[in-house]
């Protein structure tokens, strides 16, 4: 008769340290998020967390110039849409056959795949600047997109599979029995179904690339195609000086696009299969 009267302390003190673990989590979290809004309307800001006593748009008049915030943007959302828009279609053609066509060579091959995404990036670019060298694609963008594309695909290629081999293998045989191609029947069928799926692998990889500081930054040399994740560089000076103000004003502008394409996912595309009704009886 006395379990109720020890289970029901013994549950609020858990619920309790649970509730305070994730308070301390969330302002661990919050206040970097809460400096970088504070200290863009700051104008002598630093790196301390504080409120302006003098708010001001000082800071985001000095960095939107086109040379120092828009073409940046402009090349980072060129590169990272592009990137993503090869990774999605190739992963989509390398995936059907991986999830329509048993064969005891499958798992080996995605796990080779996979094993080749846990090589840092840091080991594969001194080849890779060697070969751009020799192609003679340095300062070339479209190349760093494909590069871009190629080093997000295994994890793309996973992510795709998965998703696909929740699509019933009945609504091709129908459109099959109708005379369709595979192809088609991917095309017409496979690929709608799949498309909150691929909206979230686009996401994925456009994220990678839009945040990739590296990759443009050893084989882009020109100004004019350098992206905004190489040009945020320039707010930091010598001997340790930052202009945290800019800074922080960039950081917004600079997550403003990722922010944009979130809502247009979440609120366009859903986050379900609707398959009920595809296939009459």
């Keep these: 008769m006395s379990l109720p009267s020890i289970a029901g302390p013994t549950r609020s003190a858990t619920k309790f340290w649970a509730n305070l673990v994730l308070i301390v989590i969330g302002v661990i979290f919050a206040l970097p998020l809460a400096w970088v809004v504070l200290a863009a309307f700051d104008s002598s800001a630093g790196y301390q967390v504080k409120i302006p ?30 990137a993503a828009l090869v990774t ?18 499958n798992a080996p091959f995605l796990y080779s795949v996979l094993f080749a995404s846990c090589l840092p990036i840091t080991a594969i670019m001194v080849p890779v600047y060697s070969l751009f060298v020799q192609l003679r694609l340095i300062d070339q963008p479209w190349a760093v997109a494909l590069f871009l594309a190629a080093s997000a695909l295994p994890m793309a290629l996973w992510m795709t599979k998965n998703f696909m081999d929740s699509v019933p293998v009945s609504l091709e045989e129908a459109a099959w029995v109708d005379g369709a191609s595979a192809m088609t029947a991917l095309g017409r069928i496979v690929v709608p179904l799949m498309r909150p799926a691929l909206s979230v692998v686009f996401v994925f990889v456009f994220l990678q690339a839009w945040g990739n500081f590296f990759v443009p930054f050893v084989l882009l040399y020109s100004p004019d195609w350098q992206p905004a994740a190489v040009s945020i560089y320039s707010f930091f000076g010598q001997y340790g000086t930052v202009a945290y103000g800019r800074l922080a004003a960039y950081s917004l502008l600079y997550s403003l696009p990722v922010l944009g394409l979130y809502v247009l996912v ?16």
């Design 266 to 281: 979440t609120r366009g595309l859903g986050g379900t299969f609707a398959l009920s009704g595809a296939v009459k009886g």
């Design 88 to 105: 999605v279609v190739v992963a989509v053609l390398a995936a059907y056959p991986l999830s329509r066509f048993r064969s005891r060579f």
């Design 53 to 82: 006593t003098q708010p001001t748009l000082d800071n985001f008049t000095d960095v939107l110039t086109p040379e120092l915030t828009l073409r940046p943007l402009l090349n980072s959302l060129l590169l990272s849409t592009a």
